[in-house]
């Protein structure tokens, strides 16, 4: 199972870095990589801890239109991302902040597969493949 992960992303990498310039902009690593950039601050191609948690912060207070503190169910529907969603851990349907901010610490050690505390491009692009499957 491990073996065929890993050559499913060793092709995939390919596949990615040979047809880039070609993708189309619906293409979904496409966005994957437009949220890279956008968690990406500083622009250094890494985005760091607190890079994440500035996104999850600011994802989180976008989604919270009545300003509860909490992202309801009807929030939750606009989670483009789906990364909030995840962080409904209780299962209530609704996703506190607390919950938020310890699934977005998650995401980051799940993400940064060489464990160097840093998340580069490749890394994010790969983790959202490997989710869905594109
Ligand atoms: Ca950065
Ligand atoms: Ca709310
Ligand atoms: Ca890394």
Redesign the pocket.
């Given at each position: 199972m491990i073996k065929y992960v890993k050559i499913s992303i060793a092709a995939f990498c390919i596949i990615f870095f040979s047809g880039i310039n070609g993708f189309a902009q619906q293409d979904p690593t496409q966005q994957v990589i437009t949220e890279f950039q956008k968690m990406d601050r500083d622009q250094n191609g890494m985005v760091t801890p607190d890079e994440m948690q500035l996104y999850q912060k600011e994802q989180f207070n976008e989604?919270?239109?009545?300003?509860?503190?909490?992202?309801?169910a009807g929030?939750l529907a606009a989670d483009t991302t789906k990364m909030q969603q995840a962080a409904d851990k209780d299962m209530n349907g609704?996703v506190t902040q607390e919950e938020s901010n310890s699934q977005f610490k998650e995401y980051f050690q799940e993400i940064d597969k060489d464990k160097n505390g840093q998340i580069s491009e490749a890394e994010y692009t790969d983790y959202w493949k490997l989710i869905h499957r594109f």
């Open positions: 989604l919270d239109k009545d300003k509860s503190g909490d992202l309801d929030e609704k």
